[in-house]
């Protein structure tokens, strides 16, 4: 079965310092999806990527999707308080006709004021 | 639009005892599902639903039922609480297979 692996576990940066998430996949990616996390709340959907080579971007928080389309990489730029949560990337599991998704073990970033 | 609704937010319950987490959703999406986090674990995949009428097992779904009977609704099952079920479980639904899933705000649930 296909297995996410994020790394690091936990980050805490300085205010205005850049950061990068990673996200490993075990197969082939065929749908990546970035989603953030606050305390005690859902998820807010961040990006999605399809295409090896694919990159997004949002404000200053930047996705792209490797050309073998086995990692991806989460980048955020200057970072503020306000990015503090827990990101979490997410993968078509089996059959991209059901909307299954499995997710990494999620990123725990904090920045410190 | 409210988007993804689930009741409760929290809940206590003892060993043994049964109950349903609701989902509900006004956005007319076929797909749904149901996830439980715990620390260090992500989110793994409980069942999920292609449409009504349509359930599916994911990853972990002993312990669990769900059904299906309406677009909007899909509630999850727990037959006998156990204490391994005490986690945070999230609700999400999608218009389209490979599309940005919606979710939930969750529901936090403890098992004594």
Redesign the interface.
Known sequence: SQELEQSPQSLIVQEGKNLTINCTSSKTLYGLYWYKQKYGEGLIFLMMLQKGGEEKSHEKITAKLDEKKQQSSLHITASQPSHAGIYLCGAAAGSSNTGKLIFGQGTTLQVKP | NAG?TQTPKFQVLKTGQSMTLQCAQDMNHE???W?RQDP??????IH?S?GAGIT?Q??VPNGYNVSRSTTEDFPLRLLSAAPSQTSVY?C?S?Y???????????T?LTVT
């Open positions: 993804v797909y749904m599902s996830y260090g674990m992500g989110l793994r995949l999920y292609v599916d994911g990853e999230f999400a999608s389209s297979p490979q599309g940005e899933q919606y979710f939930g705000p969750g936090r």
